[in-house]
């Protein structure tokens, strides 16, 4: 399966200020995603990180609050902007890895708590 | 967009007994369904999944089940243990050529009682 490493692992961070969370993948990952899962809730997709081009964001989440990087194939970031206590949640970096049958694996989650 | 129900939310069952998880999808062009389960504080982790042309998929005492015309899948963990405990996630996959989308139900949280 495909190695996804992610950091920090956990974090608790100032109303307002911003964290960027780093995302590093293995070779045989060809798409890149983010998601959010809140407490006790489901996985929440983000955005789609491509590579080089702006990240394709799902309803509800826009560039300005989450930008996204992925200046090459195995690398991405997630800023988290401007926070604010409903922010607190855990934040997984995910890759498709094409040698599993279009397999996602998860990176081990940032957990951000915002006070 | 896809739509993904998942049923129970909870689920208690005794140790050695089976357990059932089902799900539904909205969308038939959705051709692949994984199941993860997540321990706390861990990540999603893949524990089996299943293609649109296949029926039922098993791995030692997991399966699942696929029926496409009714549009539902489902887990079935067998001969439970207190290390199964933990929330499971089905999934309902869109591939097509390089784009891929992928819907989670809202989970079940498993408890096995020893």
């Known amino acids: 399966s495909a190695v996804i490493s992610q950091k920090p692992s956990r974090d608790i961070c100032q109303r307002g200020t911003s964290l960027t969370i780093q995302c590093q993948v293995d070779s045989q990952v060809t798409m890149m995603f983010w998601y959010r899962q809140q407490p006790g809730q489901s996985l929440t997709l983000i955005a789609t990180?491509?590579?080089?081009?702006?990240?394709?964001?799902e309803s509800g989440f826009v560039i300005d609050k989450f930008p996204i990087s992925r200046p090459n194939l195995t690398f991405s970031t997630l800023t988290v902007s401007n926070m604010s206590p409903e922010d607190s949640s855990i934040y997984l970096c995910?890759?498709?890895?094409?040698?599993?049958?279009?397999?996602?694996?998860f990176g081990e989650g940032s957990w951000l708590t915002v006070v | 967009g896809e739509n993904v129900e998942q049923h129970p939310s909870t689920l208690s069952v005794q140790e050695g007994d089976s357990a059932v998880i089902k799900c539904t999808y909205s969308?038939?062009?959705?051709?692949?369904f994984p199941w993860y389960k997540q321990e706390l504080g861990k990540r999603p982790q893949l524990i089996i999944d299943i293609r649109s042309n296949v029926g039922e998929k098993k791995d030692q005492r997991i399966a699942v089940t696929l029926n496409k015309t009714a549009k539902h899948f489902s887990l079935h963990i067998t001969e439970t243990q207190p290390e199964d405990s933990a929330v499971y996630f089905c999934a309902a996959t869109l591939v097509s050529g390089g784009y891929q989308k992928v819907t989670f139900g809202i989970g079940t949280k498993l408890q096995v009682i020893p």
């Open positions: 995910s890759g498709l890895d094409v040698h599993s049958g279009n397999t996602i694996y």
């Open positions: 969308d038939s062009a959705s051709n692949y």
């Open positions: 990180a491509n590579q080089g081009s702006e990240a394709t964001y």
